[in-house]
């Protein structure tokens, strides 16, 4: 059994019997001796999962092509196409690297008007764009600084520049050239169910499809994945190249390209998220190897597997910890220095950049103005401890002779609180 296969078969064990619900996943290996790719569960290679981010390296594929054919330029600024106010100056290159200053989402993503939470991006389209862009305040431009809302506005210049639908864009520069045949940008063509803790989510629909809108099947991806690894002959493959040069530093360590982010130690990756949907893809040219994983959850976090199969370490190391009252015991620890005014306290259980948010004065002010007027503690109850979103959460009742209250912590692999959630009952 060579690398691929036993990478696809340890990535298929680190999965395994992890969530409650139907779980499909689509596991590509490839290294210079072979490929595997495997589809596990109700599903099979052309029925197309939802990509999420890795969307952003396609759509910077496609501002590569068109910038080699004098279509538009790196540095020209947005204001060409966009009502930007003075935001104006920002450059396509800025948007696909992340440097731009803009924040994570447009300040009016929750406020336009259809907003959805189940489907928060159905309704932003071109005019809210340029609205949240007018508004937006930008902070450490030239830091990477993730931005799906500069991705948003990326795709919708693009479309501007040519006239063309990002969909069209991606079909004739990327998904028609790598033989991706399901591959698309289209809102609502057809994927595979996907799941969270709380059970199926209706499927994303992106107006602005530039930073997560692509379905595409294990095929399709297989064929990216390849194309990454060697980029071919031709306009595609010298765009890729193009995208997966890099471009500027990051802050954690590793360097930006356009769309794609380089790892310290030499690989390309990507991930991506949606409602129901995880994606992860690493490239590492210098060992000739792809890894590629697609899962229909919103519960399986599958960075840590690939990035572990990349550099050749065994990713079973990163199966989920089974969930168990000892997660709930950590978050009753805290609940407890809580109820005893204990706010430093309550912070050890945190990790450092948690405990820098979540302050002893912040956790005091909360308890006092909303857990403090209830009076004396009648009886503390676990409702419910299950795995959601990629965290444990942890709900712990509080009965008080004035009232009840239920607080929700998160936890992380490690068992550490990255949050708290006070929900009146």
Not at 45 to 50: A, I, M
Not at 302 to 325: E, F
């Amino acid at each position: 059994m060579g690398w691929a296969q036993e990478t696809t078969t340890a990535l298929a064990e680190t999965f395994e019997g992890t969530v409650d619900h139907p779980l499909v996943l689509s596991l590509v290996a490839i290294d210079p001796e072979g490929r595997s790719a495997v589809v596990l569960g109700d599903a099979d290679n052309d029925d197309r999962f939802e990509i999420g981010s890795i969307t952003k390296t396609m759509t910077a594929t496609v501002l590569a092509a068109l910038a080699a054919r004098g279509e538009v330029a790196l540095d020209a600024p947005v204001g060409s196409w966009l009502d930007a106010g003075s935001n104006a100056g920002i450059t396509l290159e800025q948007l696909a690297t992340h440097t731009s200053g803009l924040p994570r989402l447009a300040p009016n993503t929750f406020t336009v008007e259809g907003f959805d939470e189940a489907d928060p991006y159905a309704t932003f389209d071109d005019a809210a764009a340029e609205a949240g862009l007018r508004d937006a305040e930008r902070k450490e431009v030239g830091t990477v600084v993730y931005s799906n809302f500069g991705f948003q506005l990326l795709g919708l210049c693009l479309e501007r520049a040519t006239g063309a639908g990002l969909d069209t864009l991606l079909r004739s520069h990327v998904f028609d050239p790598l033989g991706m045949t399901s591959a698309t940008a289209d809102p609502g063509a057809e994927a595979i169910d996907g799941y969270s803790g709380r059970g199926a989510v209706p499927p994303r629909g992106l107006t602005l499809a530039g930073p997560g809108g692509v379905r595409a099947s294990t095929a399709d991806m297989q064929a990216y994945l390849d194309a990454v690894l060697h980029p071919p002959s031709g306009e595609c493959g010298a765009a890729i190249a193009v995208a997966t040069t890099a471009r500027v530093d990051r802050p954690e360590g590793g360097h930006k390209g356009l769309g794609w982010s380089m790892h310290p130690q030499g690989f390309l990756w990507h991930n991506g998220g949606t409602g129901g949907f995880r994606t992860m893809l690493a490239v590492d040219r210098t060992l000739e190897r792809g890894v590629l994983v697609m899962a229909n959850s919103a519960d399986v976090d599958p960075d840590s597997a690939v990035l572990l199969a990349i550099t050749g370490s065994d990713p079973r190391q990163a199966r989920p910890k089974p969930v168990d009252v000892e997660w709930a015991g950590h978050a009753e620890e805290v609940v407890d220095a809580l109820l005893s005014g204990d706010f430093v306290g309550a912070q050890r259980h945190m990790p450092e950049a948690t405990a820098a948010v979540l302050t002893a004065k912040r956790l005091e002010d909360a308890w006092s103005s909303t857990v403090a007027p209830l009076g004396e503690l009648l009886v503390q109850t676990l409702v419910r401890v299950e795995r959601l979103e990629g965290v444990i959460q942890a709900e712990i009742r509080l009965d008080f002779q004035e009232g009840s209250i239920s607080i929700v912590a998160y936890l992380d692999g490690d068992r550490k609180v990255v949050g708290l959630r006070l929900v009146e009952v």
